[in-house]
């Protein structure tokens, strides 16, 4: 399955440049060349604590099992409501898990019960308006239909009911879901567990940050953390493919990373290099921004490592924090630097190593099948 510029969603049709404000014609995001060469990238930059920090359970999906085809904007929107359909009474049923088997569950030693609560809120209630949004195309005689029009409170129910008289041919298909969904929601809900004491980019601090869920229907952002790699790798045969396709995308770079670069590069051919996409800030080292007490220096160095180095039009203020974590109090500092903190709200895993490329295309259809209004950084390779 391959996703062209003709073929996507209402909800997934333009790729969007941070730091040039242009908008681009097509998105080919699960073309599987790239997705493996996501997954390449990942494993350079792969570090003992990134492994540490997956979940034990990666959900995994084989969307070749949806029988219909998705690359047409009627199609996709189909198997996203049956995706939403299927969804939703997993989450419902996860919520009212105990905290004694959810800290099993996690292997967590505490958990933060409020936390969870505002997350599955927040879930349920996105899960439900992007079904709207999927359904504004629907036909009468289409199943994936049957709960156009219900009231919010009553999609969960209602999806329930409809699922479990899903056509027979699909039932391979719900089964896979089904188990993709609780293992996604888990990965989810063990974030909103830990949160805030371990924050992460299950929820943003304050208004400054953001996640895309309140970016417009269609917007897709994609990211990479990391880079750069050694020359003539896995960066630059990124930048290859991404400007091919004339797209753009926000690289997130570690300061130290950027300077072995320039020890190797002139600043000129680093420039060149990026060319049309847009530089950012995932601090000097790859470590927690949230324990490490030169965490300040750490992102004012690379700020000025790569305002040096690069063009104004190259670069776009913002800071993702490694893993995802950050002070919860660095408000302050970051608008005195003019930056903004950009976590993610979609993550294809493709840095782990208990996922193959194929499975990350899988993750990655069902993800997008599910969050189809959602803001999307396709790629993080690090956590
Ligand atoms: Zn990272």
Known sequence: MMINQNALSRSHKVVYSL???????????MKPRLVKCFLLWGLLGLSTAAISAGPTTVAQFDYRLWPEAINNPAGFDKASRAALLVYAPVLEKLSKASDAELLAKFHIKSLSRASINDWMT??????????????????????????????PENFVAQ??????????ALTAWQQQLSGFAGDYASEQMRLAALFPKVNSEVSVINAQEFNGDELADRLF?????????????TTDELITMLTAQQKS???????????????KNSKDELAKLYGQQCVAIHGYQHQSHAKWADWQQSIQRTQVLIASTLADK??????????????????????????RVALWNLDSQDWNQKISSDAIIGRMV??????????????????
């Open 159 to 168: 999806a329930r009911l409809i699922t479990a008289k899903i056509p027979v």
């Open 122 to 151: 927040q879930q349920l209630a996105m899960l439900g308006r992007n079904y709207q949004l999927a359904a504004t195309d629907c036909q009468a005689s289409d199943w994936t239909c049957a709960v156009v029009g219900v009231k």
């Open 249 to 263: 995308a926000v690289f997130f770079v570690l300061g130290e990373n950027f300077s072995s670069r320039l020890k």
């Open 314 to 339: 190259q670069t776009v203020a913002l800071f993702r924090p490694p893993y995802g974590q950050r002070k919860v109090d660095s408000g302050a500092f970051f608008q005195r630097q003019g930056l």
């Open 221 to 233: 952002y994609l990211s990479f953390d990391d880079g750069p790699s050694a020359p003539k790798s």
């Open 366 to 383: 069902a993800l997008m099948l599910i969050k189809t209004s959602w803001y999307c950084v396709i790629s993080r390779y690090s956590r």
């Open 19 to 29: 730091c040039t404000q242009h908008s681009l014609k097509s998105y080919q995001v």
